[in-house]
């Protein structure tokens, strides 16, 4: 169970160009995704947060109008990458956390397997 | 300001031995904190997590160790294995955090060698 899947999982693309990331939990509800970046020997770095049916939350420093995030269904949500430019090139990995019927708390986050994007 | 931090980035073990993986925190309303394994070009896996009313959790090789006076928590595995190389990220949760933000660590490279 848990399983989060992210679609492509790599991607090459021209500078100015879009790029949709897509990322879905397959076999549970999640009330909560999440978007990171990852450059090479670093740590997790959380963009932003989705909730669906509102508004994602950017972390300080990410630039919304940049990395657009839909939250469609508690089974989808979509970045995308606009008008990219070589620096947007990472790792970008999604995940998702399960609501817990009758309100419990559950703080785990299940991984997809990221998104390689280069830009060229 | 680092909430988390790994301050080893690195650990080598022989095969069969045990593996102890450190992560210290600052902040006091951390009450969840758990433990994921990342390859390389690949998500993290959830390996094992601990609640702060707990000091320790034990699944299988991995067991978890919490001080909360210190702020400190541990991973341990036993006995190690070559396939358990990879970066570990520890990760913690406030409990005023109902939106299941997890602030995580710089990680630790482990790697277990035959």
């Known amino acids: 169970g848990a399983v989060v899947s992210q679609h492509p999982s790599w991607v090459i693309c021209k500078s100015g160009t879009s790029v949709k990331i897509e990322c879905r939990s397959l076999?549970?509800?999640?009330?909560?995704m999440f978007w990171y970046r990852q450059f090479p020997k670093q740590s997790l770095m959380l963009m932003a947060t989705?909730?669906?049916?509102?508004?994602?939350?950017?972390e300080q420093g990410v630039e919304k109008d940049k990395f657009l995030i839909n939250h469609a269904s508690l089974t989808l949500s979509t970045l995308t990458v606009t008008s990219a430019h070589p620096e947007d090139s990472s790792f970008y990995i999604c995940s998702a956390r399960s609501g817990l019927a009758g309100g419990g708390r559950t703080d785990t986050q299940y991984f997809g397997p990221g998104t390689r994007l280069t830009v060229l | 300001d680092q909430q988390v931090k790994q301050n080893s980035p690195s650990l080598s073990v022989q095969e069969g031995r045990i593996s102890i993986l450190n992560c210290d925190y600052t902040?006091?309303?951390?009450?969840?904190f758990l433990w994921y394994k990342k390859y390389p070009a690949e998500g993290p896996t959830f390996l094992i997590s601990?609640?702060?009313?707990?000091d320790k959790n034990e699944d299988g090789r991995f067991t978890v160790f919490l001080n909360k006076s210190a702020k400190h928590l541990s991973l341990h595995i036993v006995p190690s294995q070559p396939g358990d190389s990879a970066v570990y990220f520890c990760?913690?949760?406030?409990?005023?955090?109902?939106?299941?933000?997890?602030?995580f660590g710089q990680g630790t490279e482990l790697s277990v060698k035959p």
């Open positions: 076999d549970f509800q999640a009330t909560t």
């Open positions: 601990i609640s702060s009313i707990k």
């Open positions: 990760a913690a949760s406030p409990q005023y955090n109902q939106g299941g933000k997890l602030i």
């Open positions: 902040n006091s309303m951390f009450d969840y």
């Open positions: 989705s909730n669906e049916g509102s508004k994602a939350t950017y």
